[in-house]
């Protein structure tokens, strides 16, 4: 009768481990489809633009707009995710609420250590260059709010390329 005991505690002590795993899971069911989002995010960049009478080129391969307003010197070029960058850079919301901003003091980042947005920007200017990114979500911070940066929203960069290394 004692073997018999232990195998049923053994058994409901399993099932309830299985119960309290089962609800730890954060599986709604449902699968995120990042599209939509990605549509409302474009929809929402182009309306900013049309409200504020501002125009950029839309990379048809991100859906990334953008305007270069300084090119740069032309050869200095971020070649790979180690190089490291110094920029002045503002960042905000299609609301125009700035976020974040360095507009003195550059600062340096691992160019492939920055948001998919930004590593999309730092490829179309060379060393001095000046670049205004609108980001869809899905470039920028995603699903996940940031602080001061809700969830799932369009932002907007003005990025100056001081400087790079390229490591050697």
Do not use: H
């Not at 309290?20 to 409302?40: I, L």
């Not at 182009?46 to 707009?65: C, E, H, M, P, S």
Request: net charge positive; charged share 20%.
């Amino acid at each position: 009768m004692r073997k018999l005991s232990m195998r049923n505690l053994f058994l409901i002590g399993a099932a309830l481990m299985m119960v309290v795993f089962a609800a730890c899971s954060k599986d709604d069911g449902e699968t995120y489809d990042p599209v939509p989002q990605f549509n409302r995010d474009v929809d929402s960049i182009k309306a900013y633009l049309k409200a504020n009478t501002l125009t950029a080129i839309q990379d048809t391969a991100t859906g990334i707009f953008y305007n270069i307003s300084v090119p740069g010197n032309g050869k200095d070029t971020v070649k790979y995710r180690s190089t490291k960058v110094k920029t002045l850079y503002i960042g905000k919301l299609l609301s125009d609420v700035v976020f974040d901003s360095t507009t003195v003091t550059p600062r340096e980042f691992a160019a492939g250590d920055v948001i998919l947005g930004w590593q999309f920007a730092l490829t179309k200017i060379t060393k001095g260059g000046k670049i205004r990114v609108y980001l869809p979500s899905y470039y920028g911070y995603g699903r996940q709010a940031q602080t001061r940066i809700p969830a799932n929203s369009p932002l907007i960069f003005d990025i100056e390329l001081v400087d790079l290394t390229n490591p050697q």
